[in-house]
């Protein structure tokens, strides 16, 4: 089975060395409408645009985004 997005996210969580991306993990943790069932980027960026909890979560979102890409194509 293939890992949600939010699945991948949530390995950046609890880091003892907060940085941007743990913060948007922890984020959608606590957001209980992030499409967490989601693959699709568009659906993903554009619920971020329009509930972006901090100035920088979307180029977080993007560098974390490539990487999730780059291991799915790595499997």
Known sequence: MEQTF????????GKLQKD???ELAEW???DHNFPKHSNSYDEI???????????????AF????????WKKAAH
């Open 6 to 13: 939010y699945q991948f996210l949530m390995t950046y969580r």
């Open 28 to 30: 959608a943790f606590r």
């Open 45 to 59: 960026s554009d619920y971020l645009e329009w509930n972006s909890p901090f100035p920088s979560a979307i180029v």
């Open 62 to 69: 993007d560098s974390i985004w490539n990487e999730y890409e």
């Open 20 to 22: 941007v991306n743990s």
